[in-house]
């Protein structure tokens, strides 16, 4: 059985402020929990970052590198920085911090899609900032754009020009078969990681028969020329990374994609939700990946070849 691979997505750009007073904002409270994560488990580690006056998600590359550095110098875990930035930026924004830092990893989103987050602005009471309300009731009118000349510029720029290797967020069932379309043009080569999404409103939901059918269907389209991983909305993140572990999957946590270690329980910190389901993958019997293992699995170039 092959040694699983714990991701952890330690801020993203969907949640605000007002959400949880554990969302890391400041460069320092990324680096912290980037590296407690690390020390937990999670053997890649996904990153956004946010201005630390307001928390709201910036593409900064001056912001990028007041934690990269640290986090490198503290874990040998892989550093994954996301191309898909925050709601509304262009695509040369969501690539000026990935083209500056050169990272071993990136993620890249399959596809265009709505993108609806406005629901969640309904359960605050209090917001800490102005720009968090609007940012989320806008959705209702916000498509995220990856088209195919976008998603071949990304792979030119960083792929073939940095040697990055990619996250591929796939968060329906088409945005599998744009990524097999890729592959077979040649655009982008095994073994592919993919990252298989459940939850978003815009998406595919996250019932338990879509993530079997998500599955089978990558199963049908990459072969043996793919890892899989999959991670979950809300209160959806442990039981849908329970049953990838149930079927020898990869998965991510982290506060980017779940506020919450149990029903009505809030998480502390992204290194509890890793501690979680490292506990609950060495039940099922899983032995769990180190960055180097990690590196290996996914055909990495180095934390030597980074610039940061």
Known sequence: MAKIIISCAITGAIHTPSMSDHLPITPEQIASESIAAAEAGAAIIHLHARNPVDGSPTPDPEVFMAFLPRIKQSTDAVVNITTGGGLGMTLDERLAAPLRASPEMCSLNMGSMNFNIAGSAARVKNWKH????????????????????????????????????????????????NLAHMMDRGVVEGPLFVQTIFGILGGIAAEPRNLQFMRETADRLFGDRYVWSVLAA????????????????????????????????????????????????????????????ARAILALKGGDRVAF
Request: aromatic share 10%; with cysteine; net charge negative.
């Open 130 to 177: 102005a720009w968090e309300k609007p940012y989320l009731e806008n959705t209702t009118n916000y498509i995220f754009r990856n088209t195919f000349q976008d998603i071949e510029q990304v792979v030119e720029r960083l792929g073939k020009g940095h040697g990055t290797r990619f996250e591929f967020e796939c968060y329906d069932v088409g945005h599998l078969y």
């Open 234 to 293: 809300g209160r959806h993140q442990m039981p849908f990374c329970t049953m990838a572990g149930l079927l020898g999957g990869n998965v991510r946590v982290g506060l980017e994609d779940s506020l919450w270690i149990g029903p009505g329980r809030r998480a502390t910190s992204n290194a509890e939700q890793v501690a979680k389901i490292r506990r609950i993958l060495e039940e099922l019997g899983h032995e769990i990946a180190t960055p180097a293992e």
